[in-house]
């Protein structure tokens, strides 16, 4: 059941009350928002050292809402023009055949080349737009999200497909692979497209300074120009959401609208483990 000070503030907004000029922990697209933690960077790193050196395949993982979305956010804001046509595949649940029709048309391929034809014709016709992008100086970039829920599939060999499409010498398109850790596991079982992987890396939850300085960084970044949380109170946040952004985000924005219904000055460790019990933990009797 809701609680009372939830139900009074339910649908209300509290940035006049806390003195910001935004919501500080919606999922935003705003480069201020972004908090370039020691992992986020390094990822973002070796992701752009993949595509900007033009290698055939790349690999982020992480479990979910520790931010691989936000990196290849930022991915795309780096990338020069001779990087695309850019390709993003959120929902990748598809078959071979219609995964390379999509691609085929994301590249640019005409829809007379890719509609009703079979797979072999599809992958001729990604050839084909590849090496017109290859001479226009461009180097096309397939980034395909979700990508441990293929594991094991037909579609999951077709993406090795994916990986060899070769124009003059050099790929001639790099797929960036995103998904949650069992991908891991499922690339050690297909190691013709494992080897293809010039960089893995491994996205992992915020430390407990880190959440401390991505909470404050996202405070300030909203207009924030006093302590909105106490010591203990990041603390809490840190072992309530294990380091993970998103369960911060939630367990941030949830705390600061109860705190402003309940007229609290500042945001304590009671107030956020009382939201995670209420408003986060709630099961089913």
Known sequence: MESGAAGRARNTMYESYWQLRAKPFESTGDAAFFY???????????????????????????????????????????????YGPLVHL??????????????????????????????????????????????????????????????????????????????????????????????LAALDRMPQLEERLAVKTLLRP??????????????????????????AALEAVHELAHGVPRRINRLCDLSLLIGYAEEQPIIGAAQVENVSHELVSISPE
Do not use: C, W
Not at 37 to 54: C, D, P, V, W
Not at 94 to 102: P, V
Not at 208 to 216: D, F, G, I, L
């Open 36 to 82: 370039p933690s020691e992992a986020h960077q390094g990822s973002l790193l070796k992701l752009r050292y993949a595509i900007e050196n033009r290698r055939s395949a790349a690999l982020l993982v992480g479990a979910a809402g520790v931010g691989k979305t936000l990196i290849v956010r930022s991915l795309r804001q780096y990338l020069g023009d001779a």
């Open 206 to 231: 915020l430390s407990a300074e880190e959440t401390r300085a991505y909470v404050e960084h996202r405070l300030r970044a909203a207009g924030a120009e006093r302590e909105l949380f106490d010591s």
């Open 90 to 183: 959120v929902f990748p649940e598809l078959t071979a055949g219609e995964l390379l029709a999509y691609v085929a048309r994301g590249l640019g391929a005409k829809e007379t080349s890719v509609g009703e034809a079979g797979v072999d014709r599809r992958v001729h016709a990604i050839e084909q737009v590849l090496a017109d992008h290859v001479r226009r100086g461009k180097h096309a970039v397939v980034i395909i999200d979700e990508a441990h829920r293929l594991a094991g599939t037909p579609t999951f060999e077709a993406l090795r497909l994916l990986t060899n499409f070769d124009i003059e010498g050099r790929p001639a398109l790099t797929m960036l692979l995103v998904g949650q850790t069992p991908l």
